[in-house]
Nanobody, 127 residues
């Protein structure tokens, strides 16, 4: 059973940067595990942010964060990251890390397809 623990959230001003981390334990975390980040803004549904697909190593982003956020993972440390630059107030929300060893490419934006989730970390962007 894979366990995911996020960290790195906080309160920042518009234009600032943050790096979220997602540490995996208790299972097999390797290059064959797709990692993703989702977020839930106040009063809204959980939405896809970014994913690093297991098969091709390619990264995929929501249009709202493309060019500002970067997802990566370090297999040796069993940790995934989300580097967030030029943060905006609309980036505020709880950020969740998700992982799955067998998800297919067409499903990487669908939260229902991920087997493993972290507890979330709060990101607040406000002046």
């Amino acid at each position: 059973q894979v366990q995911l623990v996020e960290s790195g959230g906080g309160l920042v001003q518009p234009g600032d940067s943050l790096r979220l981390s997602c540490a995996a334990s208790g299972g097999s975390f390797n290059r064959y595990t797709t990692m993703a980040w989702f977020r839930r803004a106040p009063g809204k549904e959980r939405e896809f942010v970014a994913a690093l697909f297991r098969n091709n190593g390619y990264t995929y982003y929501a249009d709202s964060v493309k060019g500002r956020f970067t997802i990566s993972k370090d297999n040796a440390k069993s940790t995934a990251y989300l580097q967030m630059n030029n943060l905006k107030p609309e980036d505020t929300g709880v950020y969740y890390c998700a992982a799955d060893p067998s998800i297919i490419l067409s499903s990487i934006r669908d939260a229902r397809r991920y087997d493993y989730w972290g507890q979330g970390t709060q990101v607040t962007v406000s002046s």
